[in-house]
T-cell receptor, first 114, second 113 residues
Framework: EPEVTQTPSHQVTQMGQEVILRCVPI?????FYWYRQILGQKVEFLVS????????KSEIFDDQFSVERPDGSNFTLKIRSTKLEDSAMYFC????????????FGPGTRLTVT | AQTVTQSQPEMSVQEAETVTLSCTYD???????LFWYKQPPSRQMILVIR??????QNATENRFSVNFQKAAKSFSLKISDSQLGDAAMYFC??????????FGQGTRLTINP
């Protein structure tokens, strides 16, 4: 069964460093998403991406964040200068139908900023 | 803005018994979708069940079923014959169109053997 994959599974970085989280969505999916979950809290939307551009972003997704689909298969989330409060689980998701279609989640990347 | 509320931070149930997790939501839209996701300790998000708002019939998936009350904006999850593997965080979520999923705060379900 096709699945969304994410690398790395765990990333430790120092405050102020840049990190890139990688995702490979399901191959025929067109809609891509990043979500964040701070430990013990609910899952929060960061950004959605369709047709090679951002379709919606939350207030969390400030200028420190960017997304890219560099090669037609990978979907990346970059944080330019990490802060302690960026420590969280980051989930990538993809969907084919858009309209209420199930979003398939990857296993997540645990980001720890020290 | 749409909001999703899960008022039960924790629930517990005896193995083989039935448990119901509550969820309410707020929206002015008439066409949307509701989901329950399960998050085990591995933190993977797993879809449990999906409900289209235009369908009056409640969705069922094996031991999992929902009670969807559109007028009351209520969407509860019933787990029958609870199993130890059902222990997890459960998140209720709302989506309209291709937009973002809006999640509730989650309910931690414990299964007592």
């Amino acid at each position: 069964e096709p699945e969304v994959t994410q690398t790395p599974s765990h990333q430790v970085t120092q405050m102020g460093q840049e990190v890139i989280l990688r995702c490979v969505p399901i191959s025929n999916h067109l809609y891509f998403y990043w979500y964040r979950q701070i430990l013990g809290q609910k899952v929060e939307f960061l950004v959605s991406f369709y047709n090679n551009e951002i379709s919606e972003k939350s207030e969390i997704f400030d200028d420190q964040f960017s997304v890219e689909r560099p090669d037609g298969s990978n979907f990346t989330l970059k944080i330019r200068s990490t802060k302690l409060e960026d420590s969280a689980m980051y989930f990538c998701a993809s969907s084919d139908l858009g309209q209420g279609g199930e979003q398939y989640f990857g296993p997540g990347t645990r980001l720890t900023v020290t | 803005a749409q909001t999703v509320t899960q008022s039960q931070p924790e629930m517990s149930v005896q193995e083989a018994e039935t448990v119901t997790l509550s969820c309410t939501y707020d929206t002015s839209e008439s066409d949307y979708y509701l989901f329950w996701y399960k998050q085990p300790p591995s933190r993977q998000m797993i879809l449990v069940i999906r409900q289209e708002a235009y369908k009056q019939q409640n969705a069922t998936e094996n031991r999992f079923s929902v009670n969807f009350q559109k007028a009351a904006k209520s969407f509860s999850l019933k787990i029958s014959d609870s199993q130890l593997g059902d222990a997890a965080m459960y998140f209720c979520a709302y989506i309209r169109g291709a937009q973002k999923l809006v999640f509730g705060q989650g309910t931690r379900l414990t299964i007592n053997p």
